[in-house]
């Protein structure tokens, strides 16, 4: 069995009227807020690029070990975006382009 969606992301130039109040300016979607019918929601987030950059639509995938993942991304034929970073000491993350060019998000909470 693979490794569970546990999040989803969209990034865009702008357009979105959601509230990012915090210091990422990143609007958060709660899924056990607003489940779906069989209650198995995902949350996710929104938010704006920086200048220049037309965005993203992205899922990340729960992975023990981000550069472990990284490293098989890249040896299948995807391209490393980013990482492994961590992020307001909450989570670590990275990030890779399949072979088609989709942007995968790996993450890993930092008490796992």
């Known amino acids: ?10 990034i865009g130039k702008d357009g979105w009227e959601i509230n990012g109040d915090n210091p990422m300016n990143y609007g958060m979607v709660d899924g056990k807020k607003n489940p779906a019918p069989d209650g198995m929601s995902i949350g996710g987030g929104i938010a704006a690029g920086p200048n ?30 980013m990482g492994p970073e961590k992020v307001m000491d909450m989570v670590e993350l990275g990030q890779f382009k399949d072979p088609e060019g989709h942007v995968i998000g790996v993450v890993k909470p930092l008490d796992m």
């Open 1 to 10: 069995m693979g490794q569970p969606v546990v999040h989803f992301e969209v």
């Open 52 to 81: 220049g950059y037309d965005g993203h639509v992205t899922f990340y995938v729960a992975v023990e070990d981000i550069e472990e993942a990284l490293v098989k991304a890249e040896r299948l034929g995807g391209t490393r975006v």
